[in-house]
C-alpha cells in the first residue's frame, strides 16, 4: 500500500538547519508531487510547499522563501526538506504528504509526521 | 493569498447528533475544497475532495456541499470516533491554505 514514512524527531539550537526526510513506498514514485505541510503546538496546518520529485522543481510558501529547501532522490524514492535559520517559532510537527490530482487535487496519505524543536 | 475561514472554531455535540461545518474562501474557489480530519498527535486524513466526493473508506454519514466561496461538511449521525478537528482546504491556488480547524468536542 501507499506509504510515506518520515525521519525521527529533531532537536535544534536557534540559527540552525534541521534536514528531514519523507521516503516513498508502494507507488510509481516519479508520477506524485509531495508537500511539506507543518502544525506547531495546538495550532492548525501550515502548508510550505511542493515539490516534483521528477526533474525536481519546486513551489515554496512565500512565508518560507529563502528558508526552505525541497529536494529528492529518485534512486531511494526520498523526499528531503531543509529549514535554515531556526527559531523558536518553527518548534512544529512537520507533516509530508502525496499530491492526488483527479478531478481537484487532495493530499493523500499523509506521513507520521516529524516533530522539529527549536531550542537553546 | 486565499484565505479560508471555518466556523464554527469549536463545537460540542452527542453521539447522534447531525452537526455542519462551513467553510468560506476569500474569493472563488471552484471545486478545489476537500475536508481533512486530525486527531490528536496523528497525521490528518482526507475526508471528502473536490466539494463532494468520499474518499474511499469513508463512511457514507461524512458528505460535502458547496460551490465558489461557501462550503458545508455535514455528518449525518455522530460516532464516538468521529470527536476530532476538521479542516477545510482550497488547492486552487497556490499557496494552498487551511481552515484554522474546527474542533468538535463530545457534550
Known sequence: QVHLAQSGAE???PGASVELSCKASGYTFTNYHIHWVRQAPGQGLEWMGIINPSGGRTDYAPKFQGRVTMTSDTSTSTIYMKLSGLRSEDTALYFCARDVVGNGEWFDPWGQGTQVTVSS | ???MTQSPSSLSASVGDRITITCRASQTIGTFLNW???KP??????LIYAVSNLQ???PSR????GSATDFTLTISSLQPE?????YCQQTYDSPR?????????IK
Open chain 2, 97 to 105: 491554505t487551511f481552515g484554522q480547524g474546527t474542533k468538535l468536542e
Open chain 2, 82 to 86: 468521529d470527536f476530532a478537528t476538521y
Open chain 2, 56 to 58: 474511499s473508506g469513508v
Open chain 2, 41 to 46: 498527535g496523528k497525521a490528518p486524513k482526507v
Open chain 1, 11 to 13: 532537536v535544534k539550537n
Open chain 2, 1 to 3: 493569498d486565499i484565505q
Open chain 2, 62 to 65: 461524512f458528505s460535502g456541499s
Open chain 2, 36 to 38: 481533512y480530519q486530525q
